[in-house]
């Protein structure tokens, strides 16, 4: 197993953090230099996590920034656009002026991502903790002044995304997933079918990559854009849209992330002495883990999406199906997803060339090893599986996840996602989440 070497170590260090020093716009850090200039969502919170182990008011800086965009609703948006950029679609395209509940002062896409963000600031709380002083004060201030602003966030997904309380969080668009193009996504995308009323566009993405092989196809794009003028002509209300939209599916690693969040944002709230909103953190936590854990597939040990227009699960084997590990309550299952993840389908396939969660099993039909999130490698997702891990007792797989995550980044180029069977960088490089979790990794 890699073990890297107090030479490896300085220099990712120094590396990422002039990667994440690079991509520093004052008080948010954009996502990449080029392909994505602006500040998205769940991006931030792994940015967050990375740069506390430098410096906690800038990584605490970095939330208080993307919570400036936070929807009346308590929606925290997707992407937080803080300047004019060649990024499409921007801000033209969304429209969110038709949104009574959309934030002044600063434009945003009208659709959310992963709610990673509470985990983010519990790990920005630890650090802060350990260094104590006043890092310890600033970050334990910063939890009670915005305590209802993430359950404003919680509530919103716990509310109008799942007002039939399956315990699943609806998603209106596979962008919401944070996994735009994943096989999970095929069969209710097979339902959307661009209108010939679509204002036409042009994609940018394709400029900032080397193959276009690597990003979604062009049909799959058509597709993302006619929902987003669903969204649109639904003035971004949920309940317009789920009636008129064509997208709208049960997401269990968005519920497994909120279960996980509402649990960590009920502790933060009690050892500070907060007492509104613990109890319904901690019914939100309860009802989402519920979910994640009834859309198991007995056979698979995997946990399902459902979509919510046929009534049916989704068998993908994707990394997704690893929820239960991201929000636990069953000690059976966590073994055996344990097991399964570091086994010959998932990290152990023989050939990769790093055990590293890939984003689709090797194994499966729909493994594709250059494009996306269809297969290929991304290092933040390999983080949230060590992290699950260890907070599930797990530490001797969590830490082999860690070692290996750290052996594909020591060539410091910190793409955006790798070929996972002959480790070739794919997509941006110098991609600031990559960056961070490096930094968290070596912490
Ligand atoms: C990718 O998504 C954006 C759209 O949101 C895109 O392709 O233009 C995804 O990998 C997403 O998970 C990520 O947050 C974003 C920025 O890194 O890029």
Same mark, same amino acid.
């Given at each position: 197993m890699y073990q890297p070497t107090p030479n490896d170590i300085a220099l990712m260090a120094g590396r990422a953090g002039y990667v994440l020093k690079g991509n520093d716009r004052g008080r948010f850090t954009v996502?990449?230099?080029?392909?994505?200039p602006h500040m998205w969502s769940w991006d931030a919170g792994f940015v967050a996590l990375g740069i506390a182990t430098v410096s906690v008011p800038r990584a605490l800086d970095e939330l208080r920034t993307l919570l400036g965009g936070q929807w009346t609703t308590g929606m925290i948006p997707h992407i937080l656009f803080h300047s004019p950029s060649d990024?499409? $679609?921007d801000p033209d395209r969304w429209r969110t002026q038709v949104a009574a509940a959309r934030p002044a002062g600063v434009l945003t896409s009208g659709i959310t991502q992963p709610p990673i963000h509470v985990i983010a600031l519990s790990r920005i709380l630890h650090d802060a903790r350990r260094k104590g002083g006043a890092d310890q004060e600033l970050a334990e201030a910063f939890v009670v002044e915005t305590f209802p602003r993430w359950l404003a966030w919680h509530r919103y997904l716990a509310t109008a995304r799942d007002p039939y309380a399956h315990g699943l969080v609806e998603i209106h668009h596979g962008w919401e997933s944070g996994?735009?193009?994943? $096989?999970?996504?095929d069969a209710p995308y097979a339902q959307v079918h661009p209108g010939p009323d679509m204002p036409p566009f042009v994609r940018r993405d394709l400029a900032h990559v080397s193959d276009p092989s690597q990003r979604p196809s062009d049909g799959e794009y058509a597709k993302y854009l006619w929902l987003v003028e669903q969204k649109v002509r639904a003035r971004y209300d949920d309940a317009a849209y789920r009636a008129t939209g064509d997208f709208v599916v049960g997401d269990v690693l968005v519920s497994a992330l909120l279960a996980a969040a509402s649990d960590l944002l009920a502790d933060m709230g009690s050892e500070l002495g907060i007492v509104d909103g613990v109890e319904e953190s901690r019914a939100i936590a309860r009802r989402f883990r519920t979910g994640v854990l009834r859309s198991v597939d007995p056979g698979t040990g995997l946990a399902r999406d459902l979509d919510l227009r046929t009534g049916r699960y989704l068998d993908v084997d994707s990394?997704?199906?690893?929820a239960p590990l991201v929000c636990g309550g069953d000690e059976a299952l966590i073994r055996r997803q344990r097991d399964l993840l570091l086994g010959p389908r998932w990290?152990?396939?023989?050939?990769?060339?790093?055990?590293v969660v890939p984003?689709?099993?090797?194994?499966?039909?729909?493994?594709?090893?250059?494009t996306y999130w269809r297969g290929p490698q991304w290092p933040v997702l390999n983080w949230l599986m060590a992290w699950a891990l260890n907070r599930s007792g797990e530490q001797e797989a969590a830490n082999a996840l860690r070692l290996a995550g750290l052996a594909q980044l020591v060539e410091c180029d910190f793409a955006e996602y790798y070929q996972p069977i002959t480790g070739e960088q794919l997509g941006s490089r110098d991609q600031s989440w990559t960056a961070a979790i490096a930094l968290d990794f070596l912490a």
């Open positions: 996502a990449s230099p080029t392909l994505y990024y499409f $679609p996994m735009d193009d994943s $096989p999970r996504w990394a997704a199906g690893f990290c152990g396939h023989s050939r990769l060339r790093w055990p984003s689709v099993s090797p194994a499966s039909p729909h493994f594709r090893e250059r």
